[in-house]
C-alpha cells in the first residue's frame, strides 16, 4: 500500500515495452556472443549474463501475453514476437550448450577437438557486427542475417575438411568433435533464423 505523497509507476503500455526490450535484448545478446566467442568475457560473467537470459525468456512471454489484451495491433504482432522469443530461446540454449561442451573438452584435455573448432569462433562476431559495433536496428540485423547465411553455407564443408587430419591423430575422439560442430553448426543456425 502506498503512503501518502507517494505514487505507483506502472507501464503505460505492455506493447511498447516489449518493443524496446526486443531491441535491447537483440543487442545485448549479439555483444554477448562476441565477447564470448573472443575470449573476452570471464565464465562467471557468461554464467551469470546466461541466466539472466533465462530469466529474460520468461518475463517477455508474460509480458507478451499481457500486451495481446491492449489492442488489435498488439494482437496482431503477438505471433511474431512468441516466435522471436522462441528463436532468442534457441539461439541462447544452443549457444550455452556450445559453450559448456567447449568448457568440458578443455577441462578433458581434448586438444584435438578444440583446436579444430577453435579457429571458427573468431569467425563469428564480425558476422555480428556493423562498423565494429554490435547490430542495433533491424537493417544491421538483415545485413548480419545475410552474412550468417553465407558463412553457416561454406560452414559444414569447412568442418568436415578438417576430420580426417583428426582421424590420425590418437587422442582425437569422433563423438566429441561431431557434437561440437552439431552444436557450433545449430548455433549459427538458430543465430540466423534469429536475426
Known amino acids: 500500500m502506498l503512503g501518502r505523497g507517494q505514487r505507483a509507476d506502472f507501464p503505460q503500455h505492455a506493447g511498447g515495452q516489449i518493443r524496446g526490450t526486443v531491441r535491447r535484448r537483440f543487442t545485448h545478446f549479439v555483444d554477448y556472443v562476441c565477447r564470448v566467442m573472443s575470449g573476452?568475457?570471464?565464465?562467471?560473467?557468461?554464467?551469470k549474463t546466461n541466466l539472466a537470459f533465462v530469466s529474460d525468456i520468461v518475463g517477455f512471454e508474460a509480458a507478451r501475453s499481457v500486451a495481446v489484451f491492449e489492442n488489435p495491433e498488439s494482437r496482431m504482432r503477438g505471433g511474431r514476437l512468441a516466435r522471436l522469443n522462441s528463436e532468442f530461446m534457441s539461439a541462447s540454449t544452443r549457444f550455452?550448450?556450445?559453450h559448456q561442451l567447449?568448457?568440458?573438452?578443455?577441462?578433458a584435455a581434448s586438444t584435438a577437438t578444440i583446436e579444430a573448432l577453435e579457429p571458427f569462433f573468431p569467425e563469428v562476431p564480425p558476422l555480428l557486427l556493423k562498423d565494429g559495433e554490435p547490430v542495433r536496428?533491424?537493417?544491421d540485423a538483415g545485413q548480419a542475417a545475410a552474412?550468417?547465411?553465407d558463412y553457416k553455407a561454406a560452414l559444414s564443408k569447412r568442418v568436415c575438411e578438417r576430420r580426417p587430419s583428426l582421424e590420425t591423430d590418437a587422442a582425437?575422439?569422433?563423438l566429441e568433435f561431431d557434437t561440437?560442430?552439431?552444436l557450433l553448426y545449430r548455433f549459427v543456425d538458430d543465430m540466423l533464423a534469429y536475426a
Open 180 to 182: 561440437a560442430c552439431e
Open 137 to 139: 536496428h533491424a537493417g
Open 147 to 149: 552474412q550468417l547465411r
Open 172 to 174: 582425437f575422439v569422433a
Open 96 to 98: 550455452h550448450a556450445l
Open 40 to 47: 573476452t568475457m570471464e565464465r562467471a560473467q557468461i554464467e
Open 102 to 107: 567447449m568448457n568440458r573438452l578443455r577441462e
